[in-house]
């Protein structure tokens, strides 16, 4: 039986605080009945991945819609990992899909991160104290045991491991190696701590686990609903050898102190729940509720569910900024996969947030939901189609100077007749869907310029090049700009009547040959001439725009070219 006194004096003697200080530190949150404190806690590794987004707004929604608090904690543990400026990148890509931190890491003025809150510091990596206090309490109450064997040693025994594990699918021995393996590791006595660490040598901190995985513990996840999962017997690392703690131990702590009450994170982390509600009971910790998040999935070539993986398309947060989403149609998008009734409730509510969305967590669906750019797109048409000419004539042109300079400057040299274009068929019961994205909208209105304007379709061979002619003469002889759309179209029905080109669309269809043609013929001869295109928003607003002398000069120039 070891000296546990000793051995934590022996181990930790730097550690001079105790856990009750720590709990004075950290004071319970004083929040309204039923409000939910949450967050997002990621490893600075890399950029945001969709299948984070998702967690993250089920957080941030679920704190917000309760009246608590979403907090960030960056779990910076593993330095080895860590990418140099992900933490500011997560931080701002967030922010570009409404979520908001109330607390934790933030941006500071001077671009650096910083805390806000008394629950900090937020940043892993700077509260080894707070971990090694709760470490050493562990050892005093004889649950955690010091293992001298190096990072390296282990991690060779892991190769090891893993290579006899593509071998030999004999468990049954495995099983006993490691049991063995764990019993010897324990026996370590006094005189040999007391020696190595004479010696200074490092040490890993190890739970001593008392589950028995014969033994299953009931749980409820709040997605994935009641389970059953066999206690943990494995004695895992609780802090490196650096004296930095692993996940594990750390989420514990830290979740506890910070007052979180759902722990919202990627069903990755089931496995190793075992381990999870072993700590809270060891440490004497209330358990958090937990919702774990199925994964997103993809179809691939073969329509075989696939996870989305971090090099899909559509996986990268910022993917979408440079391919022009909007990130309120990619927050529209992430709430139609996460509950089951949004898309009817946006139905009835189409001009409110998606924030006055009761989200409910019974309606999350617990296996993978499906990624789809198809979906993606159609909600998009949907979001922008609702927009105003000036929103979108803002957002259009901030994205354009981003990743299209020309085309951005061209918006910007005329805010006004850009807005007047994206106004076309803007507003009423049925808006124009034209625009999936950003980058759609060069294709869509960029014949109003002159300096993009090509002519991207031809007439038919069908047509008489004499009736086009004719057709584009009459039409600047009649054109008037103070005309209605009423007495614009009058005029264009009258050049198809002296032609032989009906307006009577029902004569027309019952019998198309009676006729050269039909006044749509007509409209059309225009447009190309006009847009350079088959298909334009209404021509009428089009011309309006356009005005007389640029209408006339692409008629003039269609008609030399016949
Ligand atoms: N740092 C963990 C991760 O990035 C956080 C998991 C959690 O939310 O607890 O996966």
Same mark, same amino acid.
């Given at each position: 039986?070891?000296?546990?006194?000793?051995?934590?004096?022996?181990?930790?003697?730097?550690?001079?605080?105790?856990?009750?200080?720590?709990?004075?530190?950290?004071?319970?949150?004083?929040?309204?009945?039923?409000?939910?404190?949450?967050?997002?806690?990621?490893?600075?590794?890399?950029?945001?991945?969709?299948?984070?987004?998702?967690?993250?707004?089920?957080?941030?929604?679920?704190?917000?819609?309760?009246?608590?608090?979403?907090?960030?904690?960056?779990?910076?543990?593993?330095?080895?990992?860590?990418?140099?400026?992900?933490?500011?990148?997560?931080?701002?890509?967030?922010?570009?899909?409404?979520?908001?931190?109330?607390?934790?890491?933030?941006?500071? @003025?001077?671009?650096?991160?910083?805390?806000?809150?008394?629950?900090?510091?937020?940043?892993?990596?700077?509260?080894?104290?707070?971990?090694?206090?709760?470490?050493?309490?562990?050892?005093?109450?004889?649950?955690?045991?010091?293992?001298?064997?190096?990072?390296?040693?282990?991690?060779?025994?892991?190769?090891?491991?893993?290579?006899?594990?593509?071998?030999?699918?004999?468990?049954?021995?495995?099983?006993?190696?490691?049991?063995?393996?764990?019993?010897?590791?324990?026996?370590?006595?006094?005189?040999?701590?007391?020696?190595?660490?004479?010696?200074?040598?490092?040490?890993?901190?190890?739970?001593?686990?008392?589950?028995?995985?014969?033994?299953?513990?009931?749980?409820?996840?709040?997605?994935?609903?009641?389970?059953?999962?066999?206690?943990?017997?494995?004695?895992?690392?609780?802090?490196?050898?650096?004296?930095?703690?692993?996940?594990?131990?750390?989420?514990?702590?830290?979740?506890?102190?910070?007052?979180?009450?759902?722990?919202?994170?990627?069903?990755?982390?089931?496995?190793?729940?075992?381990?999870?509600?072993?700590?809270?009971?060891?440490?004497?910790?209330?358990?958090?509720?937990?919702?774990?998040?199925?994964?997103?999935?993809?179809?691939?070539?073969?329509?075989?569910?696939?996870?989305?993986?971090?090099? &899909?398309?559509?996986?990268?947060?910022?993917?979408?900024?440079?391919?022009?989403?909007?990130?309120?149609?990619?927050?529209?998008?992430?709430?139609?996969?996460?509950?089951?009734?949004?898309?009817?409730?946006?139905?009835?509510?189409?001009?409110?947030?998606?924030?006055?969305?009761?989200?409910?967590?019974?309606?999350?669906?617990?296996?993978?939901?499906?990624?789809?750019?198809?979906?993606?797109?159609?909600?998009?048409?949907?979001?922008?189609?609702?927009?105003?000419?000036?929103?979108?004539?803002?957002?259009?042109?901030?994205?354009?100077?981003?990743?299209?300079?020309?085309?951005?400057?061209?918006?910007?040299?005329?805010?006004?007749?850009?807005?007047?274009?994206?106004?076309?068929?803007?507003?009423?019961?049925?808006?124009?869907?034209?625009?999936?994205?950003?980058?759609?909208?060069?294709?869509?209105?960029?014949?109003?310029?002159?300096?993009?304007?090509?002519?991207?379709?031809?007439? &038919?061979?069908?047509?008489?090049?004499?009736?086009?002619?004719?057709?584009? @003469?009459?039409?600047?002889?009649?054109?008037?700009?103070?005309?209605?759309?009423?007495?614009?179209? @009058?005029?264009?029905?009258?050049?198809?009547?002296?032609?032989?080109?009906?307006?009577?669309?029902?004569?027309?269809?019952?019998?198309?040959?009676?006729?050269?043609?039909?006044?749509?013929?007509?409209?059309?001869?225009?447009?190309?001439?006009?847009?350079?295109?088959?298909?334009?928003?209404?021509?009428?607003?089009?011309?309006?725009?356009?005005?007389?002398?640029?209408?006339?000069?692409?008629?003039?120039?269609?008609?030399?070219?016949?």
């Amino acid at each position: 039986m070891l000296d546990y006194q000793r051995l934590a004096e022996l181990l930790f003697p730097q550690i001079t605080t105790t856990t009750a200080d720590m709990e004075a530190r950290f004071p319970q949150r004083v929040l309204p009945e039923g409000a939910k404190v949450t967050r997002f806690a990621p490893s600075p590794t890399g950029f945001v991945h969709f299948g984070g987004l998702f967690p993250t707004t089920v957080a941030e929604r679920l704190a917000h819609q309760s009246g608590g608090v979403l907090y960030l904690r960056i779990e910076d543990t593993d330095a080895k990992r860590e990418v140099p400026g992900a933490a500011e990148g997560l931080i701002k890509t967030l922010a570009t899909y409404g979520i908001e931190f109330d607390e934790g890491a933030i941006i500071g @003025e001077d671009g650096k991160i910083c805390d806000k809150g008394i629950y900090g510091p937020y940043k892993q990596s700077m509260r080894a104290e707070i971990y090694q206090t709760y470490a050493k309490q562990l050892v005093l109450e004889g649950k955690a045991y010091p293992c001298f064997t190096t990072e390296e040693e282990l991690e060779e025994l892991h190769a090891i491991d893993k290579k006899a594990e593509i071998k030999n699918t004999d468990w049954q021995a495995e099983a006993e190696a490691r049991q063995t393996e764990k019993l010897a590791r324990r026996a370590i006595t006094m005189e040999e701590i007391e020696e190595n660490i004479a010696k200074g040598n490092p040490f890993v901190l190890r739970i001593l686990a008392d589950g028995d995985p014969e033994k299953k513990i009931k749980f409820t996840d709040l997605v994935k609903g009641n389970m059953e999962i066999p206690e943990n017997d494995e004695d895992f690392v609780l802090l490196k050898s650096d004296g930095i703690p692993t996940y594990h131990f750390a989420h514990a702590i830290d979740d506890h102190l910070m007052g979180t009450t759902h722990v919202i994170r990627g069903e990755e982390w089931l496995p190793s729940l075992a381990k999870h509600l072993q700590l809270f009971r060891y440490l004497g910790f209330k358990t958090p509720k937990y919702m774990h998040i199925a994964q997103i999935m993809r179809l691939d070539e073969n329509g075989n569910k696939k996870k989305l993986s971090k090099r &899909d398309m559509g996986a990268n947060m910022d993917d979408y900024t440079r391919l022009g989403y909007c990130p309120e149609a990619v927050c529209e998008y992430v709430m139609t996969l996460l509950n089951s009734n949004y898309e009817e409730w946006r139905m009835q509510n189409a001009d409110k947030s998606y924030k006055d969305f009761p989200f409910n967590i019974k309606k999350m669906s617990c296996s993978g939901c499906l990624f789809d750019f198809n979906k993606l797109g159609d909600v998009s048409k949907n979001v922008i189609s609702k927009m105003s000419a000036e929103e979108v004539t803002e957002k259009v042109t901030a994205w354009a100077l981003q990743f299209d300079a020309e085309f951005g400057k061209l918006l910007e040299s005329d805010a006004e007749f850009a807005k007047a274009i994206f106004a076309i068929g803007r507003g009423g019961k049925k808006p124009r869907k034209d625009l999936t994205t950003w980058a759609d909208a060069k294709a869509y209105m960029g014949f109003f310029y002159d300096e993009l304007f090509t002519l991207e379709d031809s007439y &038919d061979e069908k047509y008489d090049r004499a009736d086009i002619k004719a057709t584009l @003469e009459k039409f600047i002889e009649y054109f008037d700009m103070a005309d209605d759309s009423n007495l614009w179209f @009058e005029k264009i029905k009258a050049i198809g009547a002296e032609l032989g080109y009906t307006s009577d669309m029902k004569a027309y269809k019952a019998d198309p040959d009676a006729f050269k043609g039909s006044v749509a013929d007509i409209s059309m001869f225009i447009r190309v001439a006009v847009t350079g295109k088959l298909n334009s928003p209404d021509m009428y607003s089009v011309m309006q725009i356009l005005g007389r002398d640029r209408v006339v000069a692409r008629i003039e120039n269609m008609i030399n070219s016949l």
